[in-house]
């Protein structure tokens, strides 16, 4: 008979326990989670994690996509860089130890290959945006089936490019999966025989010369996922077939102001949130999202990208009406059960939420 421990799915009311923390390359290590539970996660691959860290100066939110398998339930895995300034993500480096325990929202996201079943793959990714790009190879693996992948990732040099002995590991068990390397310079004293400079229309034609026929997924910076979309629209790819995702979380400072002209209802008409949890009520602007509201008048509400993509500042609206610049972060049936997004929900009028 099986322990329910077996046959519930973790949820985040429960904390994640680190239970390990393995180097990768410079400045990126991987970060294994179990539920102390014992129960088993439930997730697509390509979603993410949005961590609570408790940091000295206040608790910060910061989002992270899971690098690990959903074949592999029993434990999850977050694979990170440090960038320079970054404050989450060089705590998590520098003081998270086995045995810590994090609070977690999540897993959400759509940018996942389970929603896009497709022959014929190709993953473009740069620096550690190849982590949602190894949870779904890495599925397709375990699977056991027949696949056709071809795997791009770029990095400054070859010692940088994270899980490269491990994809090209699983590249000689598993027949198509097609690995291709991009670095910008080569590693001291050792030989680089593969693709150098930056990824470029030229590399991609004779890296996937069916590309055409491909579903394609695509993660990095900004700048970089910019030039490929820009690159594959150029050579007359169907871009219903692309999908893109991105988010950098706030590392220092307030939130952005929303510049004039943005939205809809960046105007200076009054408004006014109630706080119905915290009995406050806070007199705003209609160009003020939500979120810069609250925490102009105190009230905390967790938040990650800022820019509707993790889905951490879910918050459900009593009454009253916002808009909703868009819900990349929540479902539609959230919507319809009352959820906004904070940081993208301009109030009108008088608007009373849950918090």
Same mark, same amino acid.
């Given at each position: ?25 410079p400045n990126v290590v991987t970060v294994c989670f179990q539920a102390p539970s014992g129960r088993p996660f439930e997730f697509l691959a390509g979603q993410f994690l949005t961590l609570e860290l408790p940091l ?14 959903? %074949? !592999?339930?029993?434990? =999850? ?5 440090? @960038?320079?300034?970054? /404050?989450?993500?060089? $705590? ?79 590249? %000689? !068990?598993?027949?198509? =999966? ?5 670095? @910008?310079?080569?590693? /001291?004293?050792?030989? $680089? ?163």
């Open positions: 008979m099986l322990d329910a421990r077996q046959t519930a799915k973790w949820t985040d009311d429960e904390p994640l326990e680190c239970v390990s923390i393995l180097p990768e390359s000295p100066g206040g608790t910060i939110h910061r989002t992270y996509t899971i690098s690990s398998s959903p %074949t !592999r339930p029993k434990s =999850l895995t977050i694979t990170i860089k440090a @960038q320079p300034g970054s /404050i989450g993500t060089r $705590w998590i480096i520098d003081n998270l130890r086995p045995g810590m325990k994090l609070r977690a929202k999540g897993p959400a996201g759509r940018f996942t290959s389970t929603h896009f079943p497709a022959r014929k793959y190709l993953f473009i990714s740069a620096g550690s945006g190849i982590t949602p790009m190894m949870s779904m190879t890495t599925e397709i693996y375990d699977l056991g089936r027949h696949c056709d992948i071809v795997f791009v990732n770029c990095a400054q040099r070859p010692s940088e490019i994270i899980f490269k002995r491990r994809l090209e590991h699983m590249a %000689t !068990r598993i027949e198509g =999966l097609d690995l291709k390397w991009v670095v @910008q310079q080569a590693d /001291i004293y050792q030989p $680089w025989t593969g693709y150098k400079g930056r990824f470029n229309q030229l590399m991609l034609g004779l890296m996937a010369p069916d590309y055409l026929e491909r579903e394609v997924f695509c993660c990095g910076p900004a700048g970089f996922m910019q030039s490929v979309s820009e690159a594959l629209a150029g050579l007359g790819f169907d871009m219903a077939h692309y999908h893109q995702e991105s988010f950098g979380a706030p590392e220092a400072g307030d939130l952005p102001a929303v510049e004039s002209g943005t939205t809809e209802a960046a105007t200076t008409d009054a408004a006014q949130l109630v706080f119905r949890d915290s009995g406050i009520t806070h007199d705003c602007s209609a160009a003020d999202t939500v979120l810069q509201a609250a925490r102009a008048a105190g009230v905390a509400i967790p938040y990650g990208c800022s820019m509707g993509v993790c889905g951490s500042c879910r918050i459900r609206k009593v009454s009253g009406d916002v808009h909703m610049v868009h819900n990349g972060g929540i479902s539609e049936d959230e919507v319809e059960e009352g959820y906004i997004l904070a940081c993208c929900s301009h109030p009108r009028g008088t608007v009373t939420l849950e918090a």
